[in-house]
């Protein structure tokens, strides 16, 4: 675990029912937030590019927000989303994180404890698909509307999803690659942790370009530890001292920082193409450096903004708001790396979770 996880755990370890909350003022939090043009689905089925605006709830509202873990960024930029949003519309927060995906009882039990605290609505970003599907219908047979974000609970009582395409990130990552070895050359894919749905996705994607380019060999193909850059460095070294030809790596999140130090410490950088799905902040050095040449990611921070004001607008009562919202991938390339847009998918860099995710509705 890296010093980024021994610091996220720390917060983790704070938030639990029996602390009491610190309430986040809004003007810590506010950034002038200016939406996006998002695809809306609405429940009749008519598909449409529109423009999110904020909006104010007319009444108070509290909206209980269950997360898998702190000890991915990317959870922790969307509890940035989250807590932006919930301070600059007035619309109350409580954000609780499990000890991971394999923590899926300790989420359960988070998401029953805010449903018996009486929240208005609730979002969750499961564990697991398949074993968060009873607790949300619990929920949602109680008149509490179940919002998801990521993924979704194999359930048809859900009230509004948002997520990334996971499949276009696998899809546009392997596509790159493809193109940049001009259909011939051998490459080696770090999928990140079995079982997960969004990993799945993503290499389902990844297959699925695959199917375009006949002359690409997958010489190795591994599931693991998404989180540590440490393992992926240790794998990349193994994959490369076994095949010393190989020609790219397509690596799910922070273990393609490890890769790029294998290549760096073995010279290899100009040598061997690094695509990433979801990269950091801490990954902009690397496409600087040319160590990883490639990363497409999802508006992470902006989506839990979107989904809060979903809430809103069902909240306020009104005739027409969408109920799923799908979100474009975003490029992240050396050339264009100044341009990226990151106030979308990343907190201010240095931001940390307060102890207690706490804010109280207006």
């Not at 007035?90 to 300790?106: H, R, W």
């Not at 609970?153 to 696998?170: M, P, R, S, V, W």
Request: proline share 5%; net charge negative.
């Amino acid at each position: 675990m890296g010093n980024w996880s021994k610091k996220l755990c720390c917060a983790v370890a704070a938030m639990c029912f029996g602390v009491t909350p610190l309430t986040a003022l809004a003007n810590d939090y506010d950034d002038n937030w200016q939406g996006i043009i998002a695809e809306d689905v609405y429940p009749w089925g008519s598909r449409v590019w529109e423009k999110w605006d904020r909006v104010v709830p007319e009444k108070k509202i509290k909206i209980g927000i269950s997360i898998p873990s702190l000890s991915s960024p990317y959870f922790v930029n969307q509890s940035y989303g989250f807590l932006t949003e919930a301070a600059a519309t007035g619309a109350g927060v409580t954000i609780l994180a499990a000890n991971g995906y394999e923590d899926i009882q300790g989420q359960i039990s988070q998401i029953e404890n805010m449903v018996q605290k009486g929240v208005d609505a609730l979002v969750i970003a499961p564990t697991s698909a398949e074993a968060l599907t009873m607790v949300s219908e619990e929920a949602a047979d109680k008149g509490i509307p179940v919002y998801f974000i990521g993924e979704a609970a194999i359930t048809d009582k859900l009230k509004g999803y948002i997520c990334e395409n996971d499949f276009q990130f696998g899809f546009k990552g392997i596509d790159w690659i493809g193109k940049k070895l001009e259909g011939k050359g051998k490459i080696a894919i770090l999928a990140g942790p079995a079982g997960s749905t969004y990993t799945e996705a993503i290499n389902k994607g990844a297959h699925a370009a695959l199917q375009n380019y006949p002359g690409i060999e997958v010489v190795a193909e591994q599931w693991g530890d998404s989180e540590d850059p440490a393992i992926g460095q240790s794998i990349a070294e193994n994959i490369m001292n076994a095949h010393p030809d190989i020609n790219a790596f397509f690596v799910v999140e922070a273990q393609a920082h490890g890769v790029a130090n294998a290549l760096i410490e073995a010279g290899k950088t100009n040598d061997i193409d690094v695509v990433m799905a979801y990269p950091f902040q801490a990954t902009i050095p690397y496409i600087k450096n040319g160590a990883i040449d490639y990363g497409v990611t999802g508006h992470s921070l902006t989506n839990a903004r979107i989904l809060l004001n979903m809430i809103v607008r069902n909240a306020n009562e009104e005739n027409q708001v969408p109920k799923y919202v799908w979100t474009d991938g975003l490029n992240m390339e050396k050339d264009t790396i100044d341009q990226f847009p990151k106030n979308h998918v990343w907190a201010p860099e240095g931001w940390e979770p307060p102890s207690s995710m706490v804010i109280e509705p207006k």
